[in-house]
């Protein structure tokens, strides 16, 4: 999710698979589910995705990371055309996860301790708010804010305060699911993607346990080999990150850094939820 050695980088790869630590033995005792790829459309390559969401009325909001590129987009989900757009208000901060609750545009930084408050309309700074540890993903169960700091541990925060109103653990077979990244919340789970795999983990959200993994590695080399035939292809950084929920269709977006692809996809276990549009911001 960050820069790093690429020596270092290609350590913390096998520490941090959600399955690494695991016997072999016990790999089928959870589900592995395929998406199936829907329809595609265009990723901004300068967008260093760290979250995303699904507003309702063909719009997506989504954030991005890297000192001085940082900031939070309202854009067109068919065209990838920005709408609106707002730096990270810290100039020497790292940008990660957002979501919007109650038209309210909550935005993460790596390092610094500090989330800000967005109007969702007009992206002008309501607020700021500090917290303990590393900012990584955030999503929303429609009450709270749920957010990861890059270890196994999910937080629920009070989206008023900022305050911590309860945790949990992240485990597949009794063993710590770390380096948890971006968030959704999908009808009563967590789905997260973990930073350096081609997985996410369905998690359900009172236990902490992970109840099926997807696999995007068919869209990571899809995603790939895009980008080399454009003559820029992904580094090793460039990994998936960023994952949508579409209710009235009951699929997912799916995305990674500086992808020049967003998936929609099916999912086993999904369903349409009629009478929903998403989470068009409320007019202020």
């Not at 820069?3 to 072999?24: D, G, I, K, Q, W």
């Not at 987009?73 to 208000?89: H, N």
């Not at 929920?245 to 349409?272: A, S």
């Amino acid at each position: 999710m960050r820069f790093r050695l690429l020596l270092s980088v290609l350590y913390l790869t096998s520490l941090a698979s959600p399955t690494a630590a695991l016997p072999v033995t016990t790999l089928a005792r959870t589900p592995l589910l395929t998406p199936v790829v829907t329809a595609r459309f265009p990723h901004d390559r300068t967008a260093f995705t760290e979250g995303l969401q699904y507003l309702g009325g063909g719009l997506i909001l989504e954030s991005t990371g890297i000192v001085g590129e940082s900031g939070v987009r309202r854009a067109d989900l068919k065209t990838g055309r920005v709408q609106a757009s707002v730096s990270t208000p810290l100039a020497q901060a790292f940008g990660e996860g957002a979501t919007v609750l109650g038209g309210i545009a909550y935005h993460l930084t790596w390092q610094d301790g500090v989330a800000f408050a967005f109007d969702a309309n007009t992206l002008r700074e309501m607020g700021r708010y500090r917290y303990t540890g590393e900012g990584w993903g955030l999503t929303n169960d429609g009450k709270q804010l749920i957010m990861s700091n890059g270890s196994a541990v999910l937080v629920w925060r009070d989206p008023k305060t900022f305050a911590v109103k309860r945790s949990v653990t992240v485990t597949d077979q009794g063993q710590p699911v770390r380096n948890l990244n971006e968030l959704e919340y999908v009808q009563g789970s967590v789905y997260a993607n973990v930073w350096l795999t081609d997985r996410i983990a369905r998690i359900d959200p009172a236990t902490g346990k992970v109840t099926a993994w997807i696999d995007v590695s068919n869209l990571t080399r899809e995603a790939s080999t895009a980008a080399t035939r454009a003559g820029k292809p992904l580094t090793f950084d460039d990994v998936p990150n960023g994952i949508a929920f579409i209710p009235e269709r009951g699929t997912l977006l799916l995305t990674g850094k500086r992808w020049p692809t967003l998936f929609e996809v099916k999912l086993l276990g999904l369903k349409i939820e009629t009478g929903v549009t998403g989470q068009t911001p409320a007019r202020r």
